[in-house]
């Protein structure tokens, strides 16, 4: 059995279906404001965690470079300053979100198959190693694609479609 080809697929499976909610979110809900964060800005939380916690360790950083300081952030800091959530004044657009999404794919690719699965998670507050980790982490990009595709169908009456495991991707 060859578990990180187990957990690439997932986490395709899991960015695939982000895709979805990502090309189906009418213009209307891209932004909308309210007492929740928009749409678009919980699409980006999901997403930039998810690469944050594919990174060897909490000290070497690989960033989308559209990366915006403190967007990542759906409420105040989780930890010291413990800050006021930042500000996010300016949108990313969902050719944005799909090209995150792109990076997101090819971060995937490039350090699943390379990770050892036994050693320690790499970031202090996350006790476990690097396989929990994995599973922990597509289970948070889930919950927000859970969320998101739950705003599509009683907002918009809109469905993604579950995806089970990686879609087949054309080769060279």
């Given at each position: 059995?060859?578990?990180?080809?187990?957990?690439?697929?997932?986490y395709h499976a899991a960015l695939s279906m982000m895709e979805q909610t990502v090309r189906l979110c009418p213009v209307a809900m891209w932004d909308a404001p309210g007492p929740a964060n928009p749409f678009w800005r919980v699409a980006y939380h999901a997403l930039y965690v998810a690469n944050h916690y594919l990174?060897?360790?909490?000290?070497?950083?690989?960033?989308?470079?559209?990366?915006?300081?403190?967007?990542?952030?759906?409420?105040?800091s989780p930890s010291p300053p413990y800050t006021p959530q930042p500000q996010a004044d300016q949108p990313y657009s969902r050719?944005?979100?799909?090209?995150?999404?792109?990076?997101?794919?090819?971060?995937?690719?490039?350090?699943?198959?390379n990770i050892d699965l036994?050693?320690?998670?790499?970031?202090?507050?996350?006790?476990?190693?690097?396989?929990?980790?994995?599973?922990?982490?597509?289970r948070h990009l889930q919950q927000h694609v859970a969320e998101l595709s739950t705003l599509l169908n009683t907002?918009?009456?809109?469905?993604i479609d579950w995806v089970i495991m990686a879609p087949a991707r054309a080769t060279d």
């Open positions: 059995m060859d578990i990180s080809r187990s957990v690439s697929s997932q990174q060897p360790t909490e000290h070497e950083p690989v960033r989308w470079e559209q990366a915006r300081e403190g967007y990542q952030f759906l409420a105040p050719n944005e979100m799909l090209d995150l999404i792109d990076f997101s794919r090819a971060e995937v690719d490039r350090i699943v198959p036994s050693a320690p998670s790499g970031f202090h507050w996350l006790p476990f190693d690097k396989l929990e980790l994995q599973l922990y982490n597509i907002q918009a009456d809109l469905e």
